[in-house]
């Protein structure tokens, strides 16, 4: 099985529900280890890790290193249950396609 699998914004928004009006506070508030300060992450992906919690890959606005953002979706019950479902869907339909 796959550590980590590729999401979009759109599955995002489904598995964060109301919390998701909140990403772009995150996404504004992320720590460069390069600028060694809090920073914007721009053009990064979205993956479901093994806990099911979502990792933005992205890079700093500032200086253009690489930044990682972390939201766990285990806190919320409704939540993590979406993320499984989610990431079932997208893993049946990536074998399909081999």
């Known amino acids: 099985m796959e550590k980590e699998i590729e999401i979009e914004d759109y599955d995002i928004e489904i598995i964060m529900m109301e919390q998701y009006e909140h990403l772009n506070i995150i996404l504004e508030n992320s720590y460069c280890t390069t600028c060694k300060k809090?920073?914007?992450?721009?053009n990064y992906k979205s993956y479901l890790n093994n806990l099911?919690?979502?990792?933005?890959?992205?890079?700093?606005?500032?200086?253009?290193?690489?930044?990682?953002?972390?939201?766990?979706?285990?806190?919320?019950?409704?939540?993590?249950?979406?993320?499984?479902?989610?990431?079932?869907?997208?893993?049946?339909?990536r074998k399909k396609k081999k």
Do not use: W
């Open 52 to 93: 099911n919690d979502i990792i933005l890959r992205g890079f700093c606005l500032k200086c253009g290193g690489p930044v990682n953002r972390y939201i766990e979706t285990g806190e919320n019950l409704q939540s993590a249950e979406v993320a499984v479902h989610i990431k079932n869907v997208l893993q049946i339909s």
């Open 38 to 42: 809090t920073s914007t992450i721009t």
